[in-house]
Each structure stands twice: as structure tokens, then as C-alpha cells.
């Protein structure tokens, strides 16, 4: 067997000594003499598993005591329904469009109440932030939603540009959760969908803070409702099992490797060298996003000569070099870098990458 | 690794063979390289995956072509808000409550809409199917819902009292799908969470008529709208790969047996066999279900002295037979005893439950 450098957007890459460790746990969990996904999510072999996983993740993110962590289904996409349907609460809300996936948590949640655009830069391409100047904040909103990284246009919202705006704070964090610290206190509401840095598809992650919980009417779905899913311990009905048990085994993955201040480290590394490599291509390769807020996790670039795609794709693969190919709505190639995909495989890209423009500039 | 006969009621046992090959599978599929847990949801080695699965199930349930089938997320529990979300349009429905599962149905449906219940068998403490001069049909009614097998109470609808009334028959079939032949064009949408008959918890299969899509409207999150999930075969956003991937595992073991007429038989002869060693205890062990509708997966039981439950619990346990306990609502045991559990698991769990009568009898 010969494990591929997987560059895959989602579903994505996850660490080899994770999926070592379930494959040998598959049929017999800590001598339990059945799978994690044969065991009843009430007993108490998988209520240990939920509850360790909850702790990792609080410890490693540092998530005070007055959030809530749910295991949920369904997806970022179902969130962009879920938030309003909790949070709107009959008053409107501010979406800051800086990409593919907050423009559809827009539209998604126009779906669901009155919510307004306070700022795009789709004009631009989306591949910038939008000034302080562009920013038309409504100030009785009931929350503020932000897509921290864009998986498709490649946009990471720094740190520090979370300001404290006055409205509780959304925050879609599916691509670039736990690849460095986050100040939660900043955030009334952050998720993740699982398959980019946590887990296998078909969990989320919503971590919220508990005065925004018990706002929803009583019309919606039960299980969309935060206040009785928190209740419930995420288990009103049978949260995915499987998915937390390997989300809880990425955690301690991510603990064993120092946590994100170190994880921090290594992406900003990865994230360097790949960069360098297309900027000092002179011009064979290119990414257009503004150097400020370029993402460390979804690296889009475009090769000078469209007519070589093909070869780079074709030759990049038989490297063990995957998945590279960009997102349909923009073309060219993206590299995506989660915590999963090791310096070593950023390198092996990058080498692949500087050979190939050598041979065809 | 010894493993353990499982008799939980889901997340429940998986066949050993399947969970043998997704072990061999874990780290490359195919030689991809990788876990399906890590592929592309849209790359040409998942989609065959998902073709596949649905190929296989459309198979073995005999599945006519005019109904698509969807791979979704959320659970059963989701269904009960999402089926009147999508099939009430300003009309009422009717719902049958045999047990706690359409009891529960019913009650999600009345956040959602105008539903009432057509009959209800709750006074006699959920042990019989309502008689044909008990259920109050509405001929207006958007569909009529049923649960054709209640896993807490034990109680499952023989094909044969399957009528048409008129209106689109709903059925959650979750904990007994794909146990017998189901004639399948009898129903407008069939619903079951996974953990049961199919695979891990967090994967939700719905089976509906084509007639029955596009009904749902414009407020309604997209991922919750059945006609938006079928125009784009069940991805408009990320599904659950890893549970798609082991229920095709499943469908093929399945296959593999000789099909559903092939596993009804052994079905037949597990319930029979179980049911024989409580009827012939001598009033030690009890099932207060009519014989006409007792369910051939899940088979709840009491001992005449409750004094002894926690000494059969522990004994079982002892002896391999894991997960016995019954539902906190009904008390007592409860053996579930799905398609992954083998006639051998039954025959070592009837041969404790004779041993243990003889010792306490």
C-alpha cells in the first residue's frame, strides 16, 4: 500500500496515526468486543468517547465555560438555515460576503428571514477583505456572520480583524477550525463542518454561547433547535457516532503534537513555502488574493499557460501529488493544506511544482 | 478479540464479514491511496461508491423507477419534521401511533403543521395494532403516517395490513428495513435512520415518489427540501461518504446472503425461536405484544420477578449477550435482534434465557 499526498478540499486528508489507530480498534473498541459504530450512543463506552472528545476540543481551543459544544449533523449548509432559524428571532441580521461560502450563507438564510449584506468584495473577484470604510454595519442586528476562510477564493480572516462590533458573532470556521488558536470569547456562535480538520462528512461542530441559546421558536425542527440539543447533550436522537469517535481521535492527535499554538506553526511554514514557490514562479503560477488575508489552509492558483493545466494535473498525480484540481467556479489548481497533510507533503508541491515550471516555462 | 453477540437496539450490530473488509479498506480503498473517509465527495471514486449503493439497495428492495432514493442526514427524528415540512402545503396529515416512535412523530409533525392523530392503540399500553374500526381517516389528508415496526414496544405491521387508503402512505421503516420484501410501490416515502439495518448512525435513506417532490416551500432549509436533494443526487452539499460507503458494504453482504426473501427466513426463524422460549417459559419470561403484530427485530420481554433483572443482566453480559436491557420506558429486556445478528447469536441468547429460567425458575 502507498498512501498518496491528498490536497482534497473536503473530505480531506486525515492523519495517518488516526486512521491506524481506528483501523485497528474497528471490530473490537478497548476490548468492548464490538465497532464504536455498533455500540448504543447511551451506553457508557460511548458516552466515555463523546465526553473525552468534548474535552479535548475545549482544551484545545480554550472554550470557556460559558459555551456550549454540539455534535451535530447536516453540515455547514444546513447551518446557514439552522442560525437564522435560531437566532433571527424576528429582527434582521448582517452578513460580510467574502467568498463563494458566505455568499451562500446569505442566500440560504434569505430563505429563512430578513437578513442583509453589509459589505462584498464580489466585484473584486473576492480576492481581498472589504475596508472598514465598506463595512455598513446595522447596529440593532441580531448577529453578524462571517465565513473566517474560504475554502474555494483562498480568503483567511486574520485574527486581529475580529473586532468586537456590538452584535453577537457568526462565525463559519468548517476550513480552517483548530489549524490555529482562536480568542472564542470573540464569537457568539462558531461552526464547523467536520471533513476539512476534524473528522469524517456528516458531523458538525457548533460551539455557542449560552445566552444566544432558547430563541428559537417552537416551530422549528427539535433537532435544530441549539437550546434542546445543549439540553440533550447533543443526543435528542442519535447523533453520529462514528464521526465523533474519529473527531475525538483527531483531537488527541492535534494534543500530542502541542496543541494549535504548535499546529499554528507548522501551517504558517507550509503556507510560506507554497507561497514562495508561486510568487517567485515569475509568473509561471499565480494567486490572486491579497497578501493580507491569503489563506493558510486553501492555497487557489492559476498557471500562466491555461493549455498546461491538464499535464500539471495528469503529472502532479502520477507524483502521488492529489486532488489538486481548483473548484470549478474559479479553474486553475488549489492545494488545500489542512492540519492533516504534513511540511513534508507541502514540500513534495512545492519540489513538483518548481520542476514542472523549469520544464515547461 | 473475542467479540460479543450484540443486542442493542442501534447503533447495533454490523455483519462481521463487512466490518472485516472496511477494517482491510481503512487507509486505501481500492488502491486510491487513501480512506474513503478522505475522498472527494464529488471524485470519480466516491461517486461510484455512491452509484453503487443505491444500485445495490434499489435491488434488493425492488425500488420502481419513478422513486428516488436519498441519502441524507439528521436521523428519523429530523424526518418527523422534515416529511410535513415538504408534503403538509397547507393541508393536514394523519398519523397512526402504535408506540413510542409515531407517538414521537406525531408530536415533532404538530411544531410543523395542521396534523392529527387517526388512531391511537396508548390506553392499551401500545401491545396491538389499532382495529380497522378504530382508525378515523381524513380522505383530504396530505399523506397518512405510519411506523411499520415501533423498536421500543415492539410492535411491526405485517405486510398485509398494508391498505391503500387513498392519500400517500408515509412509513418510518427505520428498524425494519431491509429485514423482509417490502412492496414498495404501496408507499409515497419510506424513512429510516441507519443505525440499524444499514450502517453507522448518522446516514438517514428516503425512498419517495416522484409525484411527492416539489412540494415544499421557498422557506424551508434547501438541504431539508427532497426535490432539491434529488436534482443533485443527494450532494447539494457534502453527505455522510464514510456511512454511504458501509451501507453499500451492508447492501452487498445482503446481496451476498440471497437478498431480502433469502434474510426474511432467517429473520422468521430468529423471531420464532425467541418468542417460543418466552411463550413456553411458564409465565417466567413475558411479551405483552398480539401475536398477530409482534416485531421480528426488536423483542421486548419481562421477567415475572423483577428482582432478578440485574442478575440476568449481569449473567447475559457474563456470557457474551451484550446490550439486553430494555427501553427505560417499558423496563425489563429487549433483544434486538436485526439482520447482522445471525441465528447462532439468537440460539446462544434463547440457551441463557432456558438456563437461567431452570436456575431461578
Same mark, same amino acid.
Given at each position: 500500500m502507498s498512501r498518496i499526498w491528498n490536497f482534497s478540499a473536503g473530505p480531506a486528508a486525515l492523519p495517518e496515526e488516526v486512521l491506524r489507530q481506528a483501523q485497528e480498534e474497528l471490530l473490537d473498541w478497548h476490548g468492548a468486543g464490538c465497532s464504536v459504530m455498533e455500540m448504543s450512543h447511551r451506553g457508557k463506552e460511548f458516552m466515555s468517547i463523546l465526553d473525552q472528545a468534548e474535552a479535548d476540543l475545549r482544551e484545545l481551543m480554550g472554550i470557556p465555560a460559558n459555551y456550549k459544544v454540539l455534535f451535530l449533523q447536516g453540515g455547514a449548509t444546513q447551518q446557514f438555515a439552522q442560525i437564522p432559524m435560531n437566532l433571527l428571532a424576528g429582527r434582521s441580521a448582517d452578513y460580510i460576503v467574502t467568498g463563494s461560502w458566505s455568499k451562500k450563507a446569505l442566500k440560504e438564510a434569505q430563505r429563512i428571514g430578513d437578513v442583509r449584506c453589509a459589505a462584498t468584495t464580489e466585484s473584486s473577484g473576492f480576492n481581498r477583505l472589504p475596508t472598514a470604510e465598506e463595512i455598513k454595519l446595522?447596529? +440593532?442586528?441580531a448577529y453578524l456572520h462571517v465565513c473566517t476562510n474560504e475554502t474555494i477564493h483562498g480568503i483567511e480572516i486574520p485574527a486581529q480583524r475580529i473586532a468586537d462590533t456590538g452584535v453577537p458573532l457568526v462565525a463559519d470556521m468548517s476550513s480552517h477550525i483548530l489549524s490555529r488558536p482562536v480568542p =472564542?470569547?470573540? +464569537?457568539?456562535l462558531i461552526y464547523a463542518g467536520? #471533513?476539512?480538520? &476534524?473528522?469524517? /462528512?456528516g458531523l458538525t461542530l457548533v460551539i455557542i454561547r449560552?445566552?444566544? *441559546?432558547?430563541?428559537?421558536? *417552537?416551530? &422549528?425542527p427539535s433537532v435544530m433547535d441549539y437550546a434542546v440539543m445543549a439540553e440533550n447533550g447533543s443526543m435528542l436522537n442519535t447523533p453520529p457516532t462514528y464521526g465523533i469517535y474519529m473527531a475525538g481521535l483527531v483531537f488527541q492527535w492535534l494534543k500530542k503534537q502541542g496543541g494549535l499554538a504548535v499546529i499554528d506553526a507548522v501551517n504558517a511554514e507550509k503556507a510560506r513555502i507554497l507561497y514562495e514557490a508561486i510568487d517567485q514562479s515569475a509568473g509561471f503560477y499565480h494567486n490572486p488574493v491579497d497578501p493580507d488575508c491569503r489563506s493558510r489552509m486553501n492555497v487557489p492558483f492559476t498557471l500562466? #499557460?491555461?493549455?498546461?493545466d491538464a499535464a500539471f494535473l495528469d503529472e502532479s498525480k502520477a507524483a502521488?501529488? =492529489? /486532488?489538486l484540481k481548483g473548484h470549478k467556479s474559479v479553474g486553475g489548481m488549489r492545494a488545500s493544506i489542512y492540519n492533516a497533510v504534513p511540511l513534508a507533503g507541502v514540500q513534495a508541491l512545492v519540489d513538483f511544482m518548481n520542476d514542472f515550471a523549469k520544464r515547461n516555462g
Open positions: 446595522d447596529p +440593532f442586528a =472564542v470569547e470573540k +464569537f457568539g467536520a #471533513q476539512k480538520n &476534524i473528522g469524517p /462528512s449560552d445566552d444566544l *441559546l432558547g430563541m428559537a421558536p *417552537l416551530t &422549528i500562466a #499557460q491555461p493549455e498546461l502521488g501529488l =492529489v /486532488s
